[in-house]
């Protein structure tokens, strides 16, 4: 009887602390879906919509190119992913596995980067990337994030954990130290690489700061700045700003919600390992 | 192990032209910038610490720069604590448990710009909040809570510390998960009461994992920008303006850059303090 009791009292937290966390997007929702003749102002405010209704998200749809952000969001994300595991990988191998002279001021540097915010080298990393011709390109949003110390550090703890007999005995079977990265290495570190897609990912993401700067050209506006320049079109009409803020969550919560074990497992392991 | 000379250079090659690129030589320019008058049009005219002195008399610099502190002192000791709480609430071992985790989860996968605008909603003058403080009985009347210099700063706050909450809960349940069974059994045949399980295991246990929020939570709150960006947008009257906004305006809608680039050298030494620590501790991490 006391655990029933204790169990009912432990669902009752679990659900106040859930209305906490998604309760500003369920009243989102809620005003998304409200019809046009309802008053959203009133006082006490309704959480139900009277006649709920799906025109909101049509009307925003005209004016919010959401498929258009939606695949800027997607390449960004996705070549942001692809190199930073592939550069990190690469960088991490030698790191954890030869030696060669320069190898501990090389890491330790590597490391250092992580000392330095990204808000003191906006300004240089601009201007750089003006003179590059990076300004509005998919390449200009990415390159700046596609090494990180973190990834390096993560990558070389996951190497350095296997057996230095790999490395030997596929020498021995005439491999060269890129197929012994590839095939050997590569397969066996896999758990440390979802860990780095994932959270590269949800940064690339939801980075607002960089494309803000970089980009002025509202085709290659990502989810994040289409909704910001949203938000700031459609002052008077809340329904729309609600309707584009929950469509822009989809994808993200569709991602999240199947890939969950790895999200909340890689951030355990992420932590864990430092 | 026998390798070619050249060989671990190659593979090292792609990463550190990235970070050479983008992150080491962008950071001597910022220096080198910082002691320059440079408006993009221009050309950079030497200006010696003028940027800096600028800086030290410019009201609105310190403003920001106490807005930043005050982000430090509330913010993070709220994230430090906060989420032991719901780690150990979602380590229950309760049917649906996944459920509660992956909810709480929620607002650190979503980004800013969606928590902003859903937020904002919330803190409309006759919006959720403050209806749900006037049926509790605490307020009298509606507080327009991103429009009023008294408290504009704070409402942004609750919004960083949301955002984060499942990020640093998911930290501590790692940390949790990692306490061995077996000290609570041979403390339970010891005798130990469940305070005495929770004050002599479980807080000791998990001070490594305190002292990781601690310094991840207190270098995110230095450079705070996005949330106050799209909420309040430094208003009203620069109240809640932070020291990354301050760059960021100062940088790209004045285009002082030199300017700019001093405030941000200052943002660099103040995050230095907090990085060396974190260094340290991943260092001894590393030799595990």
Redesign the interface.
């Given at each position: 009887m006391q655990s029933f009791i204790k169990?009912v009292f432990?669902?009752l937290?679990?659900s106040v602390?859930?209305l906490?966390?998604?309760?500003?997007?369920l009243?989102?929702l809620a005003?998304a879906l409200k019809s046009g003749s309802e008053n959203i102002?009133?006082?006490?405010?309704k959480l139900l919509p009277e006649n709920p209704t799906l025109t909101n998200f049509g009307k925003v749809m005209d004016t919010f190119p959401f498929w258009r952000y939606l695949w800027n969001s997607v390449i960004v994300a996705t070549l942001t992913v692809v190199l930073n595991v592939?550069?990190?990988s690469?960088?991490a191998?030698?790191?954890a596995?030869?030696?060669?002279k320069g190898?501990n001021t090389?890491f330790i540097?590597?490391?250092t980067?992580?000392?330095?915010?990204?808000?003191?080298?906006?300004?240089?990393?601009?201007?750089?990337s003006l003179k590059l011709g990076l300004q509005n390109t998919y390449l200009g949003m990415v390159?700046?994030h596609?090494?990180t110390a973190f990834g390096?550090?993560l990558m070389r703890?996951a190497f350095s954990t296997l057996p230095?007999e790999l490395?030997?005995s596929a020498?021995m079977d005439g491999a060269n130290?890129f197929q012994i990265?590839l095939r050997v290495l590569i397969p066996l570190v896999k758990p440390s690489i979802v860990t780095l897609t994932i959270f590269t990912f949800?940064s690339a993401?939801?980075d607002?700061?960089w494309p803000?700067?970089i980009v002025n050209d509202q085709n290659m506006f990502t989810?994040?700045l289409g909704?910001?320049m949203l938000?700031g079109t459609f002052t008077s009409d809340?329904r729309l700003?609600?309707a584009g803020?929950i469509i822009?969550?989809i994808p993200?919560?569709v991602i999240?919600?199947s890939l969950?074990?790895f999200?909340?497992g890689g951030?355990?392991?992420g932590?864990?390992?430092? | 192990m026998r390798t070619n000379k050249i060989t671990p250079y190659l593979f090292l090659l792609p990463g550190c032209i990235i970070l050479g690129a983008f992150i080491f030589y962008p950071m001597l320019q910022a220096i080198w910038m910082s002691f320059t008058d440079y408006n993009m049009i221009t050309e950079p005219e030497f200006v010696k610490l003028d940027n800096y002195k600028n800086l030290f008399n410019d009201e609105l610099f310190w403003k920001t720069l106490m807005n930043t502190f005050l982000y430090l002192i509330c913010v993070v000791p709220a994230l430090v604590i906060i989420p032991i709480f719901l780690a150990v609430l979602v380590n229950q071992k309760l049917r649906g448990i996944a459920f509660f985790r992956s909810a709480y989860y929620i607002p650190v996968v979503t980004s800013l710009v969606v928590a902003g605008i859903a937020w904002d909603w919330v803190y409309k003058e006759n919006g959720l909040l403050n209806y749900m403080l006037d049926i509790l009985g605490i307020i009298s009347e509606p507080i327009p809570w991103l429009t009023s210099t008294d408290t504009a700063l704070f409402a942004v706050m609750v919004v960083t510390v949301w955002k984060g909450l499942g990020y640093y809960m998911i930290i501590y349940l790692a940390g949790l998960q990692s306490i061995p069974s077996n000290l609570y059994e041979a403390a339970q045949i010891d005798g130990a009461n469940w305070w005495q399980q929770v004050t002599r295991i479980t807080i000791p246990m998990l001070m490594p994992f305190v002292l990781i929020v601690s310094i991840m939570s207190s270098i995110a709150a230095m450079k705070v920008f996005e949330e106050i960006y799209v909420m309040t947008g430094g208003g009203p009257l620069h109240s809640s303006e932070t020291l990354v906004f301050y760059i960021y305006t100062e940088a790209f809608d004045r285009l002082n850059m030199g300017y700019a680039s001093a405030a941000g050298v200052i943002l660099f030494l103040l995050t230095l303090v907090f990085s060396i620590i974190n260094l340290k501790f991943m260092g001894k991490d590393n030799t595990k």
């Open positions: 169990k432990l669902y937290l679990l602390v859930t906490f966390m998604i309760g500003p997007f009243w989102l005003t102002f009133q006082y006490p405010p592939l550069f990190c690469l960088a191998y030698p790191l596995r030869m030696r060669f190898r090389i540097l590597i490391i980067t992580m000392m330095i915010p990204f808000q003191l080298l906006m300004i240089p990393v601009y201007i750089i390159l700046p596609v090494t390096v550090f703890q230095v490395d030997e020498r130290s990265w949800v993401w939801g607002f700061l803000l700067i989810l994040p909704l910001n938000s809340w700003i609600a803020a822009s969550m993200i919560l999240f919600l969950q074990r999200f909340i951030a355990m392991k932590a864990v390992k430092g | -």
